[in-house]
């Protein structure tokens, strides 16, 4: 079965960095387009950006110019660097991908932006 499993959150001052991992299973993962999004206590899930099999990037306004999507296909994992974090990105970061019509997310990982 599809798994996605994200790690890479934590607690991260403003300004700072994190990079964020999400490991795929059960896909063809050199396949898929994959795909970054979030969601704040009390809000909306946003989306932040994806990777399509052929790694073009796009990205949501909010980050774009400070996260990067990057893809490794020997290793199954996609990636989310981000930089300049400010304290509005703090959230829940998840991982997404549609296989066989169905959209499958991760778990999620927790991402705070504190001084």
């Known amino acids: 079965q599809v798994q996605l499993v994200e790690s890479g959150g934590g607690l991260v001052q403003p300004g700072g960095s994190l990079r964020l991992s999400c490991a795929a299973s059960?896909?063809?993962?050199?396949?898929?387009?994959m795909g970054w999004y979030r969601q704040a206590r009390g809000k909306q899930r946003e989306w932040v950006g994806h990777i399509t099999s052929g790694g073009s990037t796009n990205y949501g306004d909010s980050v774009k110019g400070r996260f990067t999507i990057s893809r490794d296909n020997a290793k199954n994992t996609m990636y989310l660097q981000m930089n300049s974090l400010k304290l509005e990105d703090t959230a829940v970061y998840y991982c997404?991908?549609?296989?066989?019509?169905?959209?499958?997310w991760g778990q999620g990982t927790q991402v705070t932006v504190s001084s």
């Open positions: 997404t991908t549609v296989h066989v019509g169905n959209q499958y």
């Open positions: 059960g896909i063809i993962f050199r396949l898929n387009t």
